[in-house]
């Protein structure tokens, strides 16, 4: 069974969307998600120019071995855009062999280890009661788990709080990257968020009790001892995990962190290979995964990382952003249903139009994802469909510092 095509999709159905389609020379098509939210052209051009040339012809059948012929092959290693690239590769792949197998890609990774995933949702608001209006719209919707984000006294405009239609549930897209150029701006201060946060999570808790599973997602804007002073604070609120509460390029950073306080600690979305994960995981820095099978080189690489994290008592986590295409997503679910260190699984639910232009056979019920039991993937591409939504510049947001100096991400 040969690769016989490898053509790529840009599609924007409420955000943009690179898709790879394998065709195998029997006639099995395999899907992979390349999205690089903001420089999506960018992994469509590597695919298209340097990658679909070297597929052709090849068996289809040799994942390990085509991953290691693109990771080692090509000089050049790492980084989002090759690793993007190659997770396309990787997951068609998957959804050939699972096609051809007549089996969905968990029953090849071992079958599943549970029932289903524990998901959870993104509650957000502009004020303490559209914060507890969102929280309980997300309980109705059947979320067990949910990640809160707030709006913070002095800071103008803040990633990741939505508009309230949506942080209420309605199909809209959540943290939309702005479409047109420039990308929006947003400010930071950091004094002014650490003094707000911990007063929230005391009034979420007082409402909600003690077992809600809480997390909150930092988005790198911290300096280690910041982060430090942020998770002591949170402390008595017993979060679920704070995520990303610096930047993680500099992994010592987080020892700062785990000097001063016990809250669980999730980092690693935009990381791309073991090596970014290395030191994290040997000396305990963090608990959770957040890597993504899009931006981490395919299922292949995330199997092989999470076993890896096992030895040390950490468990997954994986990036769910809508960004994150429905076939990515599928990836991981089929994943996290068959490693045995699954912790939970970040849903931000794709839009009406996302979902029309992919069909998935995964399921979110009672808080439960599931992948489905449809051979591969579980998703097809209505290409038909996606051709009316043709690629639009968008960008997530920079955030300045009053004085006009650029912050982190
Ligand atoms: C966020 C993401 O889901 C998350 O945890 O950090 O929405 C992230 O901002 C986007 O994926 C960036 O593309
Ligand atoms: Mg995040």
Redesign the pocket.
Same mark, same amino acid.
């Given at each position: 069974m040969n690769i016989a095509s490898a053509e790529v999709c840009v599609t924007s159905p409420s955000r943009n969307f690179v898709t790879l389609k394998l065709t195998t020379d029997d006639g099995i098509t395999g899907l992979g998600d390349a999205t690089l939210? =903001?420089r999506e052209q960018a992994v469509a051009a590597y695919l298209r120019e340097h990658v679909a040339s070297l597929l052709v012809g090849q068996d289809a059948h040799r994942i390990e071995d085509t991953w290691q012929y693109l990771y080692r092959g090509a000089y050049w290693r790492g980084g989002p855009v090759t690793m993007a690239a190659i997770a396309a590769v990787d997951m068609a792949l998957w959804d050939i062999k699972g096609k051809a197998a007549g089996l969905p890609l968990y029953q090849l990774l071992g079958g599943a280890s549970r029932s289903g995933l524990l998901a959870y949702g993104?509650a957000s608001g502009g004020s303490p009661q559209s914060l507890s209006e969102s929280i309980h719209a997300h309980i109705e919707r059947g979320y067990r788990a949910v990640?809160v984000q707030t709006a913070v006294p002095g800071i103008r405009a803040l !990633? =990741?709080v939505a508009e309230q239609r949506q942080a209420t549930g309605e199909r809209y897209d !959540?943290?939309p990257?702005g479409r047109g150029v420039p990308p929006p701006e947003e400010d930071w201060d950091s004094a002014a968020y650490l003094r707000h946060v911990p007063s929230v999570f005391e009034r979420v808790r007082e409402e909600f009790g003690a077992e809600l599973p809480l997390l909150h #997602?930092v988005?790198h804007r911290l300096t280690p001892i910041e982060a430090a002073k942020l998770a002591q604070r949170l402390e008595p609120y017993d979060l679920f995990w704070l995520? #990303?509460c610096t930047p993680a390029e500099n992994p010592q950073g987080l020892r700062i962190v785990r000097q001063h306080s016990t809250t669980p600690l999730a980092i690693g979305?935009v990381f791309n290979t073991v090596w970014d994960f290395q030191q994290l995981i040997t000396e305990q820095l963090i608990d959770y995964i957040?890597a993504s099978a899009t931006h981490f080189g395919g299922v292949t690489p995330l199997r092989k990382l999470i076993d890896f994290a096992a030895l040390h008592q950490i468990r997954s986590g994986f990036? =769910?952003?809508? #960004?994150?295409s429905p076939v990515g997503f599928a990836a991981q679910l089929h994943v996290g249903l068959a490693i045995h260190n699954f912790g939970i699984q970040?849903y931000?639910e794709h839009s009406e139009a996302t979902n029309s232009v992919f069909r998935q056979s995964m399921t979110f019920r009672d808080g439960m994802l599931h992948p489905g039991e449809t051979p591969g993937l579980g998703v097809e591409l209505d290409e038909k469909a996606a051709a009316a939504f043709p690629y639009q510049p968008a960008y997530?947001p920079v955030s300045r510092l009053k004085d006009g100096t650029m912050h982190d991400?």
């Open positions: 939210n =903001g993104h990640r !990633y =990741g !959540y943290e990257a #997602d988005h995520e #990303d979305e957040r990036h =769910g952003p809508t #960004d994150v970040e931000m997530l991400w």
